[in-house]
C-alpha cells in the first residue's frame, strides 16, 4: 500500500501533517459523489462498497471525522447508513443541521421558505424536473431529464428571481438548483469545525462546485498555520474541479480506498 502524492507543495505539506499528529487533525468530506456515487433517484443513494468500514478506520485513526453535506444530517445518518460510524458527526444542510450519536439540532426555518414551497410547483409545471423538500431548503432537480443541463439551464433565471424575491440564494449544482438561506455553505462549516475541535491539519473532500467553498477554507487556513490537503472525488460532469485540488481520485470507490489507506498509515499495526 502507498498513498499518492499530492500535485502540490502545499498538499504534501498538509498530508505530512495529517499523518504526523492524527490525533489532532480533522478529516471532512461531502457524501454525494464523494463518498456515495451519483445515482439519477438521490432516495436511493448509498455509500460505495466498503466505505462504512473505511468511516470507522479513520475515525480510530484520527482526531475527529466530519460529513458535510447539502443533504439533511438525520438522512445521511439513517437511511445513508453513517450513524453507524462511532464518534462521527454530520453537518448537513450546509451547517444548518447538526447530527451526532446524542441526536439532531437544527435552527428553526427561513421565513421565506413557506413562500417558495408554494411557488415551485407551479414555476416548474410541464418541466422534466423534479422538487426535493429538505426542510431548511427547496432543491429542483433535473438530472431525469433527456437533456439535464439543458433543461436546468431554461430554469436557472426563473428560480434565482424566486429565491431572491424570498431572501434565499439559488446555488447550483449537478443537475440541481438548491434555494436555500443565505449564509449556510461548506467553508464556513469546515471553519467553524477546526475551531471547534482546535485542529493542527485539516483534509476536506469534494466532487462539485458546492465544495469550492471548503477548498476556500482549506487554502485560509494553511495561511493561518494550519496545513491543509483538499482532495477531489473527480468525475467528468465537474472536470474543473480536479484543477481547484491538491489531490485528485477516481470517484467514490477511489476515494473509500484513500481513507481505508489513510487509516492504516497513521495506525500502522490496526
Known amino acids: 500500500m502507498s498513498l499518492p502524492t499530492p500535485v502540490t507543495e502545499a498538499g504534501r505539506t498538509g498530508l505530512a501533517a495529517l499523518l504526523s499528529d492524527p490525533g489532532q487533525a480533522l478529516l ?23 466505505g462504512l468500514a473505511a468511516l470507522r478506520a479513520v475515525a480510530r485513526a484520527f482526531g475527529r471525522v466530519a460529513v ?17 460510524v462511532p464518534g462521527l458527526v454530520v453537518l448537513g444542510q450546509y ?22 414551497r408554494d411557488a415551485l410547483p407551479a414555476l416548474v409545471e410541464g418541466r422534466q424536473a423534479r422538487i ?41 449544482g449537478r443537475a440541481i438548483v438548491e434555494l436555500r438561506p443565505p449564509g449556510f455553505d461548506k467553508g464556513g462549516v469546515l471553519r467553524g469545525l477546526v475551531e471547534e475541535y482546535a485542529a493542527r491539519a485539516v483534509l476536506f473532500a469534494g466532487d ?10 482549506v487554502a485560509a487556513l494553511r495561511e493561518r498555520g494550519i496545513p491543509g490537503l483538499t482532495v477531489c472525488s473527480a468525475s ?13 481520485v477516481g470517484g467514490p470507490e477511489a476515494m473509500i480506498t484513500l481513507l481505508r489507506d489513510l487509516a492504516t498509515e497513521a495506525l500502522p499495526s490496526g
Open 68 to 84: 458535510v453535506t447539502g443533504r439533511p444530517a438525520d438522512w445521511v445518518a439513517g437511511t445513508g447508513g453513517l450513524g453507524a
Open 28 to 50: 471532512a468530506m461531502d457524501f454525494d459523489g464523494t463518498l456515495a456515487p451519483i445515482i439519477a433517484d438521490p432516495d436511493q443513494s448509498r455509500v460505495a462498497p466498503g
Open 208 to 217: 462539485d462546485v458546492g465544495d469550492l467553498p471548503a477548498f476556500e477554507e
Open 95 to 116: 451547517g444548518a443541521q447538526r447530527w451526532t450519536a446524542d441526536g439532531l439540532r437544527e435552527g428553526p426555518p427561513h421565513g421565506g421558505l413557506v413562500a417558495v
Open 236 to 248: 467528468a460532469e465537474v472536470a474543473h474541479m480536479a484543477e481547484r485540488a491538491d489531490l485528485v
Open 132 to 172: 426535493e423538500d429538505k426542510r431548511l431548503s427547496l432543491v429542483v432537480h433535473t438530472r431525469g431529464a433527456e437533456h439535464p443541463d439543458a433543461e436546468l439551464a431554461t430554469l436557472v433565471g426563473p428560480l434565482r428571481a424566486l429565491a431572491a424575491e424570498h431572501g434565499l440564494v439559488a446555488h447550483l
